[in-house]
């Protein structure tokens, strides 16, 4: 059974840090595609950051481009999301996700974000 468990969200002020950890089992963790997925109050799921299985290439979406940094370690089977000079308009519950192909990816039940000013 793949299970993906999100930690490190919690509490920030506005220009703090986060480092979200994502741990995955149940799956060939190296060949996924990982990605960092957000959802605010009110507002559809939206696409943070992605990486690819070897790591060798990473994505971001504009809004949080050159402030977190997507990272992951095969061997311990976990992805992480480093978040810095973090905003109110991050306040998000995060969502981890393995994807291999349309009919093998899953989800994590997500970790909450809150960015206070």
């Known amino acids: 059974q793949v299970q993906l468990v999100e930690s490190g969200g919690g509490l920030v002020q506005a220009g703090g840090s986060l480092r979200l950890s994502c741990a995955a089992s149940?799956?060939?963790?190296?060949?996924?595609?990982m990605g960092w997925y957000r959802q605010a109050p009110g507002k559809e799921r939206e696409f943070a950051a992605s990486?690819?299985?070897?790591?060798?290439?990473?994505y971001y979406a504009d809004s949080v481009k050159g402030r977190f940094t997507i990272s992951r370690d095969n061997a311990k089977n976990t992805v992480f999301l480093q978040m810095n000079s973090l905003k109110p308009e991050d306040t998000a519950i995060y969502y981890c996700?393995?994807?291999?192909?349309?009919?093998?990816?899953?989800w994590g039940p997500g970790t909450q974000v809150t960015v206070s000013s």
């Open positions: 996700r393995a994807f291999r192909d349309a009919l093998r990816y899953y």
């Open positions: 990486i690819t299985w070897s790591g060798g290439n990473t």
């Open positions: 149940g799956l060939t963790f190296s060949i996924y595609k």
